[in-house]
């Protein structure tokens, strides 16, 4: 039997803050087709940031940072296509999970991974599901009650701080998020230190290096970029899957050197 659904948002008064963080930061967002179907739909996370929050960053590294895709292109990330186009279900086999493992889907937007993990880690595993947009996280409950899971737990974040238990997970997940990071360096900490000793990051992008690819510019990365930025904040290569057809899979773990403060 499949477990059940059970809504967590923890309406803390840490969590209602990021609320309110997020309504400023996300509050001009826009979505505008890109006319092609299969190129993604974007937002503009334009919005004054709250005074709390570090100044977004443009570019990083010398790669120029994508906007937010809104809420509005939902869609768009449970299209009929999306299996064929991304090999999906190659994606969840290569990520190995176990049953009872903690796993985290960062930047879950509507739940099309969080539901297939929650399946995957079983009713004695956990799901957190993690994201910055409050109409994302709706849209996921909605999904999540229909196929009637409780192991999910999805919670609302900040662009800085995905509010995550230390130490306790062995799979983070980033599908198509990582490159839309507005403070990439605040984000990539917090997710080193939210891995057990031998637990995984988990990467997935748009491949930059192939132009029949059918995404825009900004929504890729190159490997050599993925790699600079990644052991630039502690992380290490442990292994890479290279048979998707449209993403790099690469996986890091925790470097053995710590990055400099
Ligand atoms: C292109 S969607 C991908 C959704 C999902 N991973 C998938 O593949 O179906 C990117 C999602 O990442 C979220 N996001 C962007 N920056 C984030 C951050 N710093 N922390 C958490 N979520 C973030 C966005 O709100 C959006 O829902």
Redesign the pocket.
Known sequence: MRPRWRLRLYPTARQLSAFALLAGVLSAGSWAPSGCSAE?PDAQAGGTAAAELPPPLSEYLGREIAP??G?QGAPW?IRATREKEESCDELLAALDIEPGQVVC??????G??TLQLAELVGSEGRVLA????PE?LSLLDARAKEADFENIEPML?T?ID?QLPAGELDLVLL???YH????PVH?LRALRESLKPEGRIALAEFRLEDPTVPIKRLHKMSKEQILKEYTANGLELAAEYDELPWQHLMFFTRAKEPPDP
């Open positions: 993604e937010t895709m809420y990330l889907d960062l930047g879950c937007g509507n099309f991974y993690v994201d910055i947009q994302m974040s662009v995905p599908v198509d998020v839309e990071f507005s403070h984000m």
